[in-house]
């Protein structure tokens, strides 16, 4: 009798722990698949996700473009020390004039490029809209600022007042063409000798290094040294780059290096009008 209960009880631990270690198992294999299950689904704008649709972008919206940090990335480098002329954030005497133009002409200054500033700062990939936000947070502290997103529109309206008032200098133009023609031929040997001299500094082309130079945005970082840029005009400075060769130096300017984007930030520059540039600066430190 006794044996039987001690094989009794024997058996019923062995199904305990059978059971035990069916649901050890178990579980392990849950917590295993609950590991290696993905945290997410991908569910695309304008797919039929269910509740787990994709929300609208507003990547677009003003409110999220960060207008300080871009101007802190790309603008503060001229407009917090003044370099090249730039008006300084918060001076109200120097943007007195600037201010009275309306937003809508600077953000067009800061988007196409005015001066020595280039287009966008130098930053090409910079859209619109960051322009506008970065452009709404220099000028907040010496201006009202209009809502933003409004921009185009008076931008577009400037530019057809811009239209109109070409047309009537077109037409004044024509008035005046009988009187320029009788110039011409006294203009035109004064064109050559300013040709040659051109192409002299320019590396052979007729391109005119000094107006490129001052247009493009070289002079913002080249005339004051900004981010270590060898000042135009400073020999030594520039020594160490000249002993290497113009070729290697267009090819620099060209291509970018250290700080200085490729073709200066501008991307509109041809490859000649860069070498131009170039030769115009190497002219000033020889």
Known sequence: MKAKLIMSGLAALGVMAGTSGAYAQDAARDAIAERLAPVGQLCLQGQDCGTAAAPASDSGSDGDIDGEGIYGNVCSACHESGAAGAPIRGDEEAWAERTEQGFATLLEHSINGIGAMPARGGNPNLSDEE??????????????????GGGDEAASEDEETTDEAATEETAASEDESASEAETAANDDAASEEDAAASEGESGGSDLDGAALYASSGCAACHDSGVAGA???????????????????????????????????????LSDEEVMAIVDHMIAGAE
């Open 230 to 268: 060898p000042a135009i005009g400073d020999a030594d400075a520039w020594a160490e780059r000249l002993e290497k060769g113009a070729d290697e130096l267009y090819a620099s300017a060209i291509n970018g290096i250290g700080a200085m984007p490729a073709k200066g930030g501008n991307p509109n």
């Open 131 to 148: 322009m506008e936000a970065a452009t709404a947070y220099m000028v907040e502290p010496v201006m009202e600022v209009p809502e933003l």
